[in-house]
């Protein structure tokens, strides 16, 4: 391969431009439940997703100049309009960090957008929201605070990370962009710099849709996808991970020496049109924990795997004088929203490792793709695909 053979290549890999990648229904794993059109979290109406992502330099990290693999993810409920939603969130192991959550439990209410960026960068992006807010006139009307909601998973692999490289222009940039329809999945946003069970993880979305007596509701899942060990790995009830195991490994020369199999993180935004209160998008939150052991997630105490519920029914339902009424789901009826939420999870995470690309970051750490040939071979094996 020529020089310039070796550029083109580089560029390909490193540069922020996106087409959308493959994902896991493409290679034909199979997955319970039924997709929304988009098979997204923007499948519930009215959520907008929008990304930064950056990506510049290789080699040896140089602090504050790289190599870059981070960026911003945001997730807007309703929207470019201020409407504040029904939300709450579950912790299954708290090694990791959600602003604004303390007020969400207190008040039942998510008045923010949810905001995700790498483990460094929670201030920056928490600092420049409120000011996102100020430019906007967010909220049209005298209000004198706001707790935006800023998740983190840890980048600093193949990132920089002490080079805080994530500026106010990124999060503008990201809450500017957001948008409804299809959701690019992989390395990019948030995700970028992110690893997941033995391979490149990142960001995926899934959805789906249930019918609960008269009515069709729609459950939408986002992931920033950074945790597990590769041993565990587990695609459609088939053991990937252990198939896989002596295939192409992390290649990491420089790690923190306290790094263990299974460290990371896992953030997942579950998002509903179904009528739920708080007390109830807790029970929902909580379910993630299921879709994520079905991949392989074990909960590790090196992870923040920290998940975050909201419910876009009930539009009236945030007042500040008077009374409103609300919708409620009953607490018997809500089973086949348990079962979306655990299969868009598992779907979204599989969706997070199909899409993302091999990525050399700081010191030649590279983290290598999920190998889609291997894996239908290994499927194939199990006779979970023909």
Excluded at 94 to 120: A, H, K, V
Excluded at 169 to 185: F, I, P, R
Excluded at 188 to 200: E, Q, R, S, Y
């Amino acid at each position: 391969m020529n020089k310039i053979q070796i550029l083109a290549v580089l560029i390909l890999f490193q540069t922020p431009a996106y087409a959308q990648r493959s994902r896991a229904r493409d290679l034909g794993i199979p997955f319970t439940g039924i997709p929304g059109k988009f098979n997204a979290i923007t499948d519930v109406k009215g959520v907008e997703v929008g990304y930064s992502t950056i990506i510049s330099g290789q080699g040896k990290n140089v602090l504050g100049k790289g190599p870059v693999r981070t960026g911003v993810t945001a997730i807007l409920p309703r929207g470019h309009h201020n409407n504040p939603v029904f939300a709450n969130w579950y912790s299954l192991n708290g090694n990791g960090e959600m602003t604004g959550t303390t007020w969400i439990t207190e008040s039942g209410f998510l008045e923010t957008p949810i905001m995700i960026t790498n483990s460094n960068s929670v201030g920056i992006v928490r600092e420049t929201v409120l000011k996102w807010f100020i430019k906007t006139n967010w909220f049209k009307e005298d209000y004198w605070f706001a707790y935006p909601v800023v998740a983190e998973t840890y980048d600093g692999i193949l990132n920089d990370i002490y080079g805080f490289h994530v500026k106010e222009e990124h999060v503008y940039e990201a809450l500017n962009t957001a948008k409804s329809g299809t959701v690019q999945e992989g390395n990019i946003g948030g995700g970028t710099g992110m690893m997941c069970l033995g391979f490149k993880g990142g960001t995926g979305t899934s959805s789906r849709v249930v019918k609960i007596g008269d009515s069709t509701y729609t459950v939408g899942v986002l992931v920033q996808s950074n945790f597990g060990a590769k041993q565990n790995l587990t695609i459609a009830g088939v053991p990937v991970g252990k198939e896989l195991k002596d295939t192409m490994n992390y290649e990491i020369k420089s790690p923190p020496a306290s790094r263990k199999p299974g460290d990371g993180s896992i953030i997942v935004v579950v998002a509903t049109d179904a009528p739920l209160l708080p007390h109830q998008l807790k029970r929902l939150a909580a379910r993630v924990a299921l879709g994520v052991g079905i991949v392989g997630g074990h909960g590790e105490n090196g992870s923040g795997d920290i998940f975050i519920a909201f419910s876009t029914a009930n539009p009236t339902a945030f007042k500040r004088n008077g009374l409103t009424k609300v919708e409620q789901l009953p607490n018997d009826l809500m089973d086949p929203l348990f079962g979306a939420t655990i299969q868009s999870v598992e779907e979204s995470v599989i969706n997070a490792m199909v899409a993302a690309e091999t990525m050399e970051g700081v010191n030649g750490n590279k983290a290598y793709g999920l190998p889609h040939d291997l894996v239908i071979d290994v499927l194939k094996k199990y006779n979970r695909i023909k």
